[in-house]
């Protein structure tokens, strides 16, 4: 057991399980639930309605984790962050306020292949609503986003190009900051996905220089219910809203209404001031811990996991030859369903995700229908890819034996 597993009750209290389901939602610290239950017992109230001390207090923790959040991903200004249910709900902002309200017939979007459907139907959508084109980037052989297929399709067409830092169903690293750069040169904006990558190495807006980026907090150990979205203050400023309602309006008369500037105005309605809280927790959490600590746990679990996998001639693996990576391994055991595969591992107590993982468009390129999926964190360790290994050992068993 590592040092970091004695920081997370639920595997406490349940030593059985080996959870490799990160990428999907992590599991939560105690220092999480501690700042959580602090905040519920002793500060709870409705943020920014009301005089008394509970709404004041609750409100001035939820500025200081706006403020938390901005110094969390390098930008310069906290009125840049903009607090959303996830990431999802963060690009619908994104594709509804920027994207709608600026593309015209004929200009085009770039997304790779490998996108999350989060990341993929917006653009579909803001295509369809204005007559602009949405062009995929394809990968190569290990992977990897093809940076040559990029630049082939990019041009001063191009208005928005939208990425994963990380691919959620392969773990593979994206050049973020070279397809910005690129972008730019076009003066095409970049939206950055970084709902994987927070949760493994330090994201700075300032310097990658993107344009929008997002995270759900819950996989960066937070309760569900908060997302984030950065924005250029500039494009924040000149966007419409996204909701209508109570607290994102300066004031109403019966002929018309004027708005909050940016972030107010794209935070209608009661936001859950009890999420947004604990992800402050969790970004001191992972401060605590450091995000070179947290890659150098995950690298070598990853490198251990992969290197077992592979003695097994039964399992096949997808996308691992590439060299930038980030505790994502996607199997199968050959001529057996991924759904067939986990349920077997649950009867282990390892717990991965399997299907499509919400990348059918990445499926079809690959080839496959669906995959397992096992991705890591700072609790995970060697003992727990062992029982995965004599779990899959099972399965071939059962289904090829």
């Known amino acids: 057991m590592t040092a970091y ?19 999907a939602t992590a599991q939560r610290p105690q220092a999480v639930i501690d700042g959580l239950l602090n905040y519920l017992t002793n500060t709870n109230g409705n943020a920014g309605r009301g005089s008394h001390s509970l709404a004041i207090n609750s409100s001035l923790l ?38 709608a309200e600026n593309l015209k ?39 990897s986003l093809d940076m040559n297929d990029f630049v082939s399709k990019l041009s001063d067409k191009t208005k928005i190009i939208a990425l994963s830092a990380v691919v959620n169903a392969t773990g593979i690293v994206n050049p973020v900051k070279e397809v910005v750069d690129l972008a730019h040169k076009h003066k095409a904006i970049v939206v950055v996905d970084a709902a994987q990558s927070v949760t493994h190495f330090k994201q700075n807006v300032s310097d990658l220089g993107c344009d929008f980026l997002v995270f759900s907090g819950h996989k960066l150990f937070s309760v569900f219910g908060v997302g984030v979205l950065y924005g250029k203050k500039k494009l924040l400023d000149a966007m419409p809203p996204f909701l ?27 936001m859950d001031s009890a999420a947004i809280v604990s992800l402050k927790y969790a970004m001191e959490y992972v401060e605590k811990i450091g995000y070179e600590e947290i890659g150098r746990v995950i690298s070598e679990l990853e490198k251990y996991a992969l290197s077992e996998l592979q003695k097994l001639d039964f399992v096949e693996t997808y996308c691992t030859e590439a060299k930038e990576r980030a505790g994502i391994i996607a199997f199968n055991v050959k001529d057996v369903h991924s759904h067939d595969t986990a349920h ?58």
Not at 119 to 137: E, M
Not at 254 to 264: D, M, T, V, Y
Not at 391 to 400: C, S, T, W, Y
Request: a negative charge; glycine letters at 8%.
């Open 344 to 401: 077997i591992l649950n009867e282990y107590g390892v717990m991965v995700r399997s299907g499509h993982h919400c990348t059918q468009p990445l499926m079809e390129h690959l080839g496959i229908n669906s995959c397992c999926r096992a991705s890591f964190s700072i609790f995970n360790t060697k003992e727990d890819v062992d029982v995965m290994i004599t779990a899959l050992k099972k399965v071939n068993g059962i289904f090829n034996g």
């Open 62 to 99: 939820i500025d200081e984790t706006r403020k938390k959040t901005a110094e969390f991903i390098g930008a310069q200004d906290d009125g840049c962050i903009v607090f959303t249910k996830n990431a999802t709900e963060a690009l619908n902002v994104i594709s509804y306020c920027y994207a």
């Open 105 to 143: 017939p004929g200009d085009e979007i770039l997304i790779p292949v490998s996108n999350h459907h989060a990341n993929f139907v917006v653009w579909q959508y803001a295509a369809q609503k204005t007559g602009a084109v949405l062009k995929c980037v394809y990968l190569n052989k290990d992977g």
């Open 5 to 23: 597993k004695n920081d997370f009750p639920l595997l406490l209290q349940h030593p059985e399980i080996r959870y490799l389901d990160s990428a």
């Open 244 to 270: 209508y309602g109570g607290d994102m309006i300066d004031f109403v008369t019966e002929e018309k209404s004027e708005f909050k500037s940016a972030p107010h105005k794209y935070e209608g309605g009661t």
